[in-house]
């Protein structure tokens, strides 16, 4: 059983950064994919991005790439969600979540924390 607890979110003003991390306990954290989620009040989960053990990313390109950066430390235990030029529309909980596969669809992901609140003000 994978323990995910998720840490770093706050408010940010329109064109600032924040830095969530995900610290996992109780599996073998280099076994897992790692993913980002947010969800916005009144819209569906939406994937943000992916981690492989040996570091392959994957991104909601439409959303966020260029600005947001996925990344690991397998000796901390720990994933990353860099996060620059944030926008209101970036404002969601944001949801850190551990899988076998290398995959964006959040059905496949066993494992979540209970989410970290970012709001973006303009």
């Known amino acids: 059983q994978v323990q995910l607890v998720e840490s770093g979110g706050g408010l940010v003003q329109a064109g600032g950064s924040l830095r969530l991390s995900c610290a996992a306990s109780?599996?073998?954290?280099?076994?897992?994919?790692m993913g980002w989620f947010r969800q916005a009040p009144g819209k569906e989960r939406e994937f943000v991005a992916a981690?492989?053990?040996?570091?392959?990313?994957?991104y909601n390109v439409a959303s966020v790439k260029g600005r947001f950066t996925i990344s690991r430390d397998n000796a901390k235990n720990t994933v990353y969600l860099q996060m620059n030029s944030l926008k209101p529309e970036d404002t969601a909980v944001y949801y850190c979540?551990?899988?076998?596969?290398?995959?964006?669809?959040?059905?496949?992901?066993?494992?979540w924390g209970q989410g970290t609140q970012v709001t973006v003000s303009s």
């Open positions: 979540a551990a899988t076998t596969s290398y995959t964006r669809d959040y059905a496949s992901y066993n494992y």
């Open positions: 109780g599996g073998t954290f280099s076994s897992y994919v």
């Open positions: 981690i492989s053990w040996s570091a392959y990313t994957i």
